[in-house]
C-alpha cells in the first residue's frame, strides 16, 4: 500500500490527486443536504465571470486530447514511414480532432447549452479559433515529443492522455442520460412549467422518465462535464514526459500539479455561478476526473515498466 501511494505513475504521484478527492468527496456530501440552497445563493444570471466559462469552458481544456494524439501519432509515423502506419494515424487524429472541434464550434458558436448563457461568436470565427488551436496543439505534441523516448514510451504517454480524455466524456453522458437531472437555471431561470419544486438530488436519478422540456440540454446537469473535462488535465504531467525541456523539470511537475488544481476549481465555482450545475454535479465530474486520470496513468505506468529496457525510437528506425 505504501509503495501505491508513494510510486509515480506517469509523472504523478498519487498522492497528488488526494486534494481534488477530498475537496470534491466534501463538495459531493455538503451538495447532497445544500444544493438548492447554495446555488440560490451563489447563481446569477448577469455574471460574466459565469459566462465566459459557459461558452469557453468546455473549449479550455480540449488542448490535452489533440496534444496527447500528436505525442502517440509521431512513434507511428515515425516508424519507418510506413504508408499504413500514416494512414491509420491520420485518420485517427483527423476523426478525433473533428469530434473535439465540432463540440468546440457548437459551444462557441451557440448551442442548447450556450444559447443565452455565454459569449457566442459568429461561426466562421469560432470554427477558426477551434481548427486552429486544435491543429496547433497536435503540431505542439507531435514535433516537440522526444524520439529519443522509444516508440514504445511515447505511443504509451499520448494513448494513457487520449483514452483518458474519451473516457471521461463516454462516463459523463452515460450518466447524464441516467440522471436526468434538470439544471438550476431550467427551474429558476428559464420561462417553462417548471420551478425549484422539480429540483432533484443527484443521487435521485430519473432512468429516463424525462420532464417535457423543448431543450434536452436542460436535463443534463449531473454530472458537469466542463469540470470532468479540465479533472483530466491532471494528465498534464504525463505529457510532460514526452517532451525534452519539461521531463526531468522541477518546474514545469510543480506548474503541472497546480494548473489542474485551480482550473477545476475555478470551473467548479463558474459552473454554480452560471445556474448550469449544482454543487454536487461538479464535485462529483471532480472525482470521476481524477479517478479517471489516475486508473489510466497507472494502466500506463504498468506498460511503460514493462517496456522500459527497450531500445529508442531512433534505434528502432534504423534497424527497419
Known sequence: MKNFLT?????????????LFLIGLVGLIVGSFMDLQISTNMANINSGFGRFFETWGAF????ICPLGLGIAS?????KGGKPWAIALAAFISIAAIAGVSYLNIKDMSGSATTAGYGYTLPKVAAIIIVI???????????????????FKKLLTI???????????H??????????????YRFLAWEDNAYSIDNFAPWYKWAFGKKLITNNSDSLKSFPSGHTGS?????????????FKRTNESKLA????????????????????????????????????????????????????????????????????
Not at 479550455?60 to 488542448?63: E, G, H
Not at 479540465?230 to 514526452?242: G, N, S
Not at 470551473?267 to 486520470?293: K, P, Q, Y
Open 253 to 320: 511537475k510543480y506548474l503541472g500539479y497546480c494548473i489542474p488544481f485551480v482550473f477545476v476549481i475555478v470551473m467548479g465555482f463558474a459552473r454554480i455561478v452560471n445556474g448550469a450545475h449544482f454543487l454536487s454535479d461538479v464535485s462529483f465530474a471532480t472525482i470521476l476526473g481524477c479517478l479517471i486520470s489516475l486508473l489510466c496513468a497507472y494502466v500506463g505506468q504498468i506498460i511503460l515498466d514493462k517496456y522500459d529496457s527497450k531500445p529508442s525510437l531512433e534505434e528502432e528506425i534504423k534497424s527497419i
Open 7 to 19: 510510486k509515480e505513475y506517469m509523472g504523478m504521484k498519487f498522492y497528488f490527486f488526494i486534494p
Open 170 to 183: 463516454l462516463f459523463t453522458n452515460v450518466f447524464k442520460i441516467m440522471a436526468n437531472r434538470p439544471r
Open 230 to 242: 479540465m479533472a483530466i488535465v491532471c494528465l498534464l504531467p504525463t505529457a510532460f514526459l514526452a
Open 158 to 168: 499520448g494513448l494513457v492522455i487520449v483514452l483518458a480524455f474519451g473516457l471521461l
Open 132 to 150: 486552429v488551436f486544435n491543429l496547433g496543439m497536435y503540431a505542439v505534441g507531435y514535433f516537440f515529443a522526444n524520439e529519443e523516448l522509444g
Open 74 to 78: 509521431k512513434p507511428i509515423i515515425k
Open 60 to 63: 479550455l481544456p480540449c488542448f
